[in-house]
């Protein structure tokens, strides 16, 4: 396995604790005009840094609407408190993924653990939220690419503002549990205008990811009003792919037919991995490969497959 570069490192959100909406490390700006309230959130995965330095960024450069509201959180602070060096990887989470637990099942469930905790304290945040970027990075050095449902909200803005490029829909859901941008009315079609993205903004500790994961979050600010339109870049071609399977992997006998880390064709039939006794094959031609762990971990997502769209 190859060593990952470290270009950007945790560092102490300790400033960032109080906020002025009672919930520690959110922070919440009202331009007295009407508008959307936007919610720019971080951290919902602890290791990707990249959201942070993005919030960050609007805090210590002092950004403000200018209308409606600005929302600036910090989710899974705990969990990002945990970063070790060593292993870098691990403080995605403490207990549960905190990507997947959006549901009432869960969040008026029995059970408990840090991020449990966090969510339910985060609900009335993202419940006033019209509008929802969450900003994530993923483990493979990839290019960026939005994920969100298949609302044609969602896609309108996300090919307006056209950067990332490459966009993962999904008609049905992650597959794997309640996102935060599914949460509640952003979860359904419905009559609401709420637009809910996230953005994978490239590996988790390069440099890249986190100016990309900045010039995204004042894109989808400018997109709305609440900022001034920064320079535009060149329009790029888009494309998009729609989620097919999730898989999890089942078994601790998890391989890759060949080493993988992302956007992959393979051809209808053909063997992408197995996983104990199970196979996973391509169910289509062009069948496209998103975010393959780099570790299984039984349980846990092994791998997304899509196909182009358009
Ligand atoms: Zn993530």
């Known amino acids: 396995m190859s060593t990952t570069p470290l270009e950007v490192l945790p560092r102490d959100l300790s400033a960032y604790r109080q906020g002025n909406t009672g919930v520690d490390y959110v922070h919440r700006f009202d331009s007295g ?51 070790d060096i060593e292993r870098p990887f691990d403080s995605r989470q403490l207990v549960h993924n905190m990507n997947r637990i959006w549901s009432s099942d869960w969040l008026d469930g029995a059970e408990d653990s840090p991020e449990l ?116 870049a060149p329009a790029q071609p888009q494309l998009r792919f729609e989620l097919l399977e999730t898989h999890l992997v089942r078994t601790t006998d998890f391989h890759f037919t060949r080493p993988l880390i992302g956007l992959e064709s393979f051809a209808q039939g053909e063997l992408i991995a197995t996983d104990g006794p199970h196979a996973i094959v391509a169910p289509c031609n062009d069948c496209t490969v998103f975010m393959p762990t780099r570790e299984p971990i039984v349980g846990r997502e092994a791998v997304y497959l899509t196909k182009p769209l358009d």
């Not at 508008?35 to 403000?64: F, K, Q, S, W, Y």
Request: aromatic share 6%; net charge negative; with cysteine.
């Open 117 to 232: 905790q966090r969510a339910r304290a985060l609900r009335g945040v993202v419940e006033a939220a019209d509008h929802i970027l969450d900003i994530h990075s993923t483990s493979q050095a990839v290019p960026p690419f939005w994920v969100y449902p298949s609302f044609s909200r969602n896609a309108a803005v996300a090919l307006a503002i056209g950067c990332p490029a490459l966009h993962l829909v999904m008609p049905r859901g992650l597959g794997s549990g309640t996102p935060l941008i599914q949460y509640g009315p952003h979860g359904s079609e419905g009559p609401g205008p709420g637009v809910a993205l996230v953005a994978e903004c490239g590996q988790h500790f390069q440099q890249a990811s986190s100016d990309l994961a900045t010039a995204v979050t004042l894109d989808f600010l400018a997109h709305f009003g609440l900022v001034d339109a920064p320079a535009t």
């Open 33 to 83: 005009k009407p508008g959307p309230h936007v919610l720019i959130n971080a951290l919902t995965h602890g290791n990707e840094i990249c959201g942070m330095v993005a919030a960050t960024h609007l805090l210590d450069t002092g950004v403000r609407p200018k209308i409606g509201t600005l929302t600036v959180s910090f989710a899974n602070v705990a969990a990002y408190e945990s970063f």
